[in-house]
């Protein structure tokens, strides 16, 4: 999928709208983004039409834009949409995925079982894991993609790439500092992923579709701070 600058750009002014690196009511001009972010004007106008539209964003100027003191509402309901769209690929994907889809996904859940056990191991032990929990979240980013894959609808995933609160290097980061603050972070919600793959198996859109909106919240909320 082809991302382009103002997309690159739309989601880093987002991001940083949503972390409070651009605080609510503080001024900023399309100039001084564009050489911020290394990118030519053009891009920033298109991405602070976007922010504009969400409300994230108020326009003071035919150049200069204030950041809304609405942003924490305005980036809950991105939160919702990103859930939203995360449920429906679940749908289409219990609708589309092939067997081979399915197969790939049990053998992603299978590599991270047993990097999941080196790590509890290890950690038991009290040897360095850093290196382990890494290989475990690519595993996990890769099984994320390829349930998206098997919606077999690049328009949605279009859509939640667009909508998503964090980007994935962000998100990357945000649980490593939270499994360094504690080990069983997110392990609560590793096993739904198997439940997850058995509803594409039985062709069952609503539990599938259940599952992740569960998931994906449960994430969302201990990201922002929200929960575990």
């Known amino acids: 999928m082809m991302v382009t600058r103002a997309d690159a750009v739309y989601q880093a002014l987002r991001e940083e709208i949503g972390s409070r690196s651009l605080r609510p009511g503080q001024k900023v001009t399309e ?6 972010l290394t990118v030519s004007p053009t891009p920033v106008r298109e991405a602070l039409v976007r922010l504009e539209h969400e409300g994230l964003i108020e326009r003071t100027g035919p150049r200069t834009v204030v950041v809304a003191d609405i942003a924490e509402r305005a ?3 991105l939160a919702e949409v990103e859930i939203g769209l995360r449920g429906l690929v679940a749908r289409f ?3 589309n995925a092939t067997p ?5 996904l049990d053998a992603i859940l299978d590599a991270a079982d047993d990097l999941l056990i080196v790590i509890v191991n290890r950690h038991r032990n009290g040897e360095n ?3 382990h929990l890494t ?3 690519d595993r996990m980013e890769e099984f994320n993609d390829a349930v998206n894959a098997c919606a077999a609808n690049p328009v949605l995933i279009r859509l ?3 909508s998503r609160v964090f980007s994935q290097p962000e998100r990357r980061a945000l649980r490593l500092e939270k499994i360094a603050e504690d080990e069983r972070f997110g392990l609560d919600r590793y096993a739904g992923h198997r439940a997850l793959v058995r509803a594409l198996r039985q062709r069952d859109p609503a539990t599938a579709e ?3 909106i569960d998931d994906a919240q449960g994430g969302l909320d201990a990201l922002r701070g929200g929960g575990r």
């Open 135 to 137: 290989a475990l979240l």
């Open 160 to 162: 939640l790439e667009q």
């Open 93 to 95: 994907a219990a609708r």
């Open 31 to 36: 100039r001084g983004l564009a050489e911020r």
């Open 100 to 104: 081979e889809q399915l197969d790939a």
């Open 75 to 77: 980036v809950d309901d």
């Open 210 to 212: 259940r599952l992740v």
């Open 129 to 131: 894991v850093e290196r």
